[in-house]
Each structure stands twice: as structure tokens, then as C-alpha cells.
């Protein structure tokens, strides 16, 4: 139990263009899920955080205009980075934790983002 | 910023066990420590959790200390798959919700 998913696993795409990351719960309700980005040889940093329903909050420093949240179900929570530019190029990983009486965030496999 | 500090690599032979320490001297008294750990370009994976207790389950056992303040993950007996790096994380509350704020880790490698 407590699988999520991300897809797609990997994109490459070109500088400008926008990409959209899928991030669900399979087999459980997740009213918060959450958004890291990995640099190579780094460890994870949490971007946002994103409640069924309702506007994500966002971690200091990190662009809110450049990186769109929707969490419009228990079960699915998108990521959008707009306007890719090579920067932008990480993994980029989701967790969830369970809506009722959660106490552990399950983590999605990673989706690797690569802009040219 | 993480409020855990870990030695940045490890190794231990297979086979035998390993220990992982953490240190987190600012727990406050109902944060919770969990431990995560990485393989390579995958999602981090739960290994345990505890707030004062030891706990054990089929990965591992966590040992916390009497004043919260240190803790240690034992795997009983390591194999090849288990390299990986190990992140102790303490669990802070947010409003009505939780974040895990992730320090560097420790890189465990396991030997043949």
C-alpha cells in the first residue's frame, strides 16, 4: 500500500516551452502532497507544499509564478514549470502523506526534467 | 534548515550490521524523527519513524536516546542492496500540516 506516482519519469524539452509533472496517490487519499527538486550530488529541497482544494504554499525563494501547483483531487497534484530554461533542469520528486491520520510522507519515483 | 547533523559516508561489510547515527539537539518535544533513505536517481524510501520509544519493524530499528537529542538506525544485517544514502529527518509541524526538511545524509556503502 501507499504507492504514488509520477509521470512521466523523465522529459527533455526545449528552453521556453512549459511541462507539466503528474504526481497521484494510487491506493490511498492524500489531502496534502508535497514538491522537492534534487540537483546532482545534493540532497532534496522542498518547494512546496500543496492541500487538496486549496492555493499551495510555497517555500522561501522559490518562484511561485515559475512553478504552478494545482491539487484539484485527494489523489493527483500537478506541477507546471513554466518558461523551462537549462536551470530549471533536476529531478524533481513528490510525496504524499495520508488524509486521515497521516504520519508518513510516501515518495514518488522522481520525474528527471531536462531543458535544453 | 534540517535540524539533524550525520556522518556524510559510512561502509560496513555485508552481512554485519549497520549503524547510522544522527544527531538532533533542537528536537522539541513532539517532533517525531524519521528516517528515509535514497538509492540512486530513485524517490526516497520510509524506512522508520519514533518520538521517544525504540522502534523496530521489518527494515530496521531505531534506537532514540533518553533525551531525544540522538539517535541511531540499525540494520541488523546489511546486504549489497542496502547502499544507499540514509537521511534522518525530523518531522516539523506547520500549521495543520507537517514538513520534512531534508539535511545531506549519510552515503552508506555496503562491501562484498
Known amino acids: 500500500g501507499a504507492v504514488v506516482s509520477q509521470h512521466p519519469s523523465w522529459v527533455i524539452c526545449k528552453s521556453g516551452t512549459s511541462v507539466k509533472i503528474e504526481c497521484r496517490s494510487l491506493d490511498f487519499q492524500a489531502t496534502t502532497m508535497f514538491w522537492y527538486r534534487q540537483f546532482p550530488k545534493q540532497s532534496l529541497m522542498l518547494m512546496a507544499t500543496?492541500?487538496?482544494?486549496?492555493?499551495?504554499?510555497?517555500e522561501q525563494g522559490v518562484e511561485k509564478d515559475k512553478f504552478l501547483i494545482n491539487h484539484a483531487s485527494l489523489t493527483l497534484s500537478t506541477l507546471t514549470v513554466t518558461s523551462a530554461h537549462p536551470e530549471d533542469s533536476s529531478f524533481y520528486i513528490c510525496?504524499?502523506?495520508?488524509?486521515?491520520?497521516?504520519?508518513?510522507?510516501?515518495f514518488g519515483p522522481g520525474t528527471r526534467l531536462t531543458v535544453l | 534548515d534540517a535540524k539533524t547533523t550525520q556522518p556524510t559516508s559510512m561502509d560496513c561489510a555485508e552481512g554485519r550490521a549497520a549503524n547510522l547515527p544522527c544527531n538532533h539537539s533542537t528536537i522539541s518535544g513532539n517532533e517525531y524523527v524519521y528516517w528515509y533513505r535514497q538509492i540512486h536517481s530513485q524517490g526516497p524510501q520510509y524506512i522508520i519513524h519514533?518520538?521517544?520509544n525504540n522502534e523496530t519493524n521489518e527494515m530496521a530499528s531505531l534506537i532514540i536516546t533518553e533525551d531525544r537529542k540522538s539517535s541511531t538506525l540499525i540494520l541488523p544485517h546489511a546486504t549489497l542492496r542496502d547502499t544507499a544514502v540514509y537521511y534522518c529527518i525530523v518531522r516539523v509541524a506547520v500549521d495543520s500540516s507537517y514538513k520534512l526538511i531534508f539535511g545531506s545524509g549519510t552515503r552508506l556503502l555496503v562491501r562484498p
Open positions: 500543496s492541500n487538496e482544494g486549496s492555493k499551495a504554499t510555497y
Open positions: 510525496s504524499a502523506g495520508l488524509a486521515v491520520g497521516w504520519d508518513t510522507q510516501y
Open positions: 519514533g518520538l521517544k
